[in-house]
């Protein structure tokens, strides 16, 4: 049986992971999670360092998706997600680095858009057609361009906050016969994270252009995280003698969460590292008090500045199902900015490795874990980021000059958007219409 779906809000309509890719959203406005999580040893038990990305991406998504995605299916949405792959570096007995900044714009969050997209692509029917609507900060436009460019039946709805548009290709654009629509919104990120939902929300207007979207809330994004887990796993299993523990850079949580459903699918795991900046309020919750959301602070590592993270109802309902079991499962840490910078100090003068600032917040808690006493166990670390997109601060803590790859060099380029509109859902709508 294929994995089910339910709001966080209510146990009472489960739906298939293609519904839940293509709502997005419960109408209850709760996030889609796990109805049940499939046991997926079988799998995770057997490979090993043979196995390719690819391979293992093939195996594991049609075994928890049987009955919606058939092992072609899988094997075709694979190839044509990936042409980027992690990449595990043990660097000694206590420390390895999963790198997952290969993707085309340097950051994880490659491998969940582009999996989504490659899916969606084989579980649309012929005559199915699907718009994506996605809010954009930082790069995460770019990737999402990159990852359903030229997939039949799409089309990619990009909203801008105020600011610059960078990094997209106007060939790409629906007016020039590809299939972007960049659209900027007078207003803030929030504000086109609040329209997205708006737009979810006008079922009418949802069904008649197949509205979905592909921010991080969409468990399409999250579930292709789980492989990388697996990956840095089975990589693994013939050195591990004492514990295996992940430190992962934190944010919004959807990489941590990711972790523990590679965990629930029963990849042997000890624990994961929450490494958060300054913005650690989320701290307080895992150590059992109330939620209370901090004031946003500016800190070294961006991505990590987030006062309430996106996946706190997934996040709240392990707690909820077994907060006993959490509290030795999640491990949260703070790290500055002081600290940030000699973690990737540490890394290139003990291990020759280039962190960026995210990486390195997830080194120093691995590092601070490592030399509790009693500890004995394997960390790995999560390389979440390109140090080049951060190669002056990486430079001066490390001295070294950052090479930048060819491929982020149109990142920085300024582009138009082909309309800029008012933060109001009659303003978007009208906009998606004159599109298309
Ligand atoms: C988004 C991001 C993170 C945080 O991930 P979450 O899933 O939001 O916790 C960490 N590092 C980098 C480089 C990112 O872009």
Redesign the pocket.
Known sequence: MSMQFRSTRSNDSLVSFKDAILQCLPMDGGLYVPASVLDMRQYVLYMDTETSYPELVATVAPALLQGELNPFSAARAAESAFDFEPELKQLDDNFSVLTL?NGPTG???DYGIAFLAAVMEELLKNDQQAMILSAAR?DTGVSIAHAFSQRKGMISAILYPSGPVRGLDPKSYITNGGNVIPIQIKGTFDDCQRLIIEAINDRPFAERYGITCAN?INPGRLLPQVFYYFYAFIKLKKILKGELIFS??????????AGLYAWKMGMPVNGFIAAMNANNAFGDYIRGKEFKPGKLIQTN?P??D?SV???YERLASFYKEAPAVMRNMVFPDTIDNDTTINAMEKAWKDYHILL?P??AVAFAAARRLSQTAGFNGHVVVLA??HPA?HADLVMQATGQQIDIPEKFSNLWKKTDPMATISPQLDALEGAIASCC
């Open positions: 900044c950051v994880f969050k930082q991080a992962v850079p934190t944010g919004n949580f959807g990489n941590l969460i590592s991505a990590l987030v993270p996106s996946n960026d995210h990486g979440t980021g997109k």
